[in-house]
């Protein structure tokens, strides 16, 4: 079975009695399989290189908290909740297969147990019929209302139905899910756009929030996918699936770093509680095995 980062590292620290070129290029293999993605690995070799000249160090085994202290300044957090008495729409973007439909379900079961939140699931992927039927039934075993419209609809439409929703309970939050293939289809690019400037015009100000939905074991791809997303409408906010930060979680890293992107939750299994807010310093230290 192939070694995780955490473990490649400690092997990596064990095997080499001093800090040498053979240390550094390994140091950077092992970054890039974990997922850093090699530019950033680089960009993070050269300032360990500075830090070991810095401060004359020669002993691979004080390295591992130098290591960690980059890493975090990379690594980007964030949290926020839905605003009480306002009326909040949060989009949950990213291409289809990432887990968009069932962390719809688990951000608004969060929200709903820890912070007394009234939730709307929005059925916006309106190009799917099993997106749709997927999220009614979330929502039927969840006890919360859906907005939904017939596969092949406006998902635009469905999108202000649910701003109307919001606006006759007087506050709440909704939680669109959208459809999937923005990479390769112009069309959603403009769907989504428009679905943007709806979303924007019912909610109040500043309760307007865009997340990215990425599978975490895809690496450098799910980067990939945030910079398209970033550039069509803009992301607030990062939720990982398929969480294992000890394994392939570099991404966190990467996104940090080259898009300014924090992540919000991370899910880690299929149940509506396996969910979590994102911790950067508990992710660096779990990525390190510290």
Same mark, same amino acid.
């Given at each position: ?15 080499? %009695? ?13 970054? #890039?399989?974990? *997922? ?5 690995? =680089?960009? #993070?070799?050269?300032? =360990? ?19 960690? $202290? ?5 690594? %980007? ?13 949060? =989009? ?39 997106? #749709?039927? $997927? ?7 969840? !006890? ?5 419209? %017939? $596969? !092949? +609809? &406006? ?16 506050? +709440? =939050?909704?939680?669109? *899910? ?8 112009? &069309? ?9 400037? /709806? ?12 997340? #990215?939905?990425? *599978?975490?074991?895809?690496? %450098? ?12 409408? @803009? ?14 979680? @570099? /991404?966190? /890293?990467?996104? !940090? ?11 880690? !299994? ?21």
């Amino acid at each position: 079975m192939k070694k995780n980062f955490a473990e490649t590292l400690k092997s990596l620290f064990r095997i080499h %009695q001093r800090i040498d070129e053979h240390f550094f290029e390994e140091l950077t293999d092992s970054l #890039i399989e974990g *997922d850093v993605g090699q530019a950033l690995a =680089l960009h #993070i070799e050269d300032e =360990l290189r500075k830090l070991v000249k810095d401060e004359k160090l020669k002993d691979p085994s004080e390295l591992p908290f130098l290591l960690s $202290q980059i890493l975090e300044k990379h690594v %980007q957090e964030t949290f926020f909740v839905p605003m009480p008495d306002k009326r909040n729409i949060w =989009l949950l973007l990213g291409v289809n297969g990432v887990g968009k439909t069932t962390s719809a379900a688990k951000i608004a079961n969060y929200y709903r147990e820890k912070h007394n939140t009234n939730v709307l699931l929005v059925a916006g992927d309106t190009f799917r019929a099993a997106a #749709i039927n $997927q999220l009614k039934h979330h929502a039927e075993k969840l !006890g919360m209302r859906i907005i939904a419209n %017939q $596969q !092949g +609809g &406006d998902a635009a439409a469905v999108v202000f139905d649910a701003g109307e929703a919001l606006k006759s309970a007087g506050s +709440g =939050l909704a939680l669109v *899910d959208t459809a999937g293939r923005l990479h390769n289809r112009e &069309d959603l690019v403009r769907e989504l756009q428009k679905i943007d400037r /709806i979303a924007r015009s019912k909610a109040d100000d500043a309760c307007y929030k865009k997340l #990215i939905v990425l *599978d975490a074991t895809t690496g %450098q791809n799910a980067l990939r996918q945030a910079e398209v997303f970033k550039e069509a409408v @803009g992301i607030d906010a990062v939720v990982l699936t398929k969480y294992d930060s000890s394994a392939r979680g @570099g /991404i966190a /890293i990467s996104i !940090g770093k080259e898009l300014h992107v924090p992540v919000l939750f991370v899910c880690t !299994g299929e149940t509506y509680t396996d969910i979590a807010p994102f911790n950067s310093k508990e992710y660096v230290k779990t990525f390190l095995d510290l």
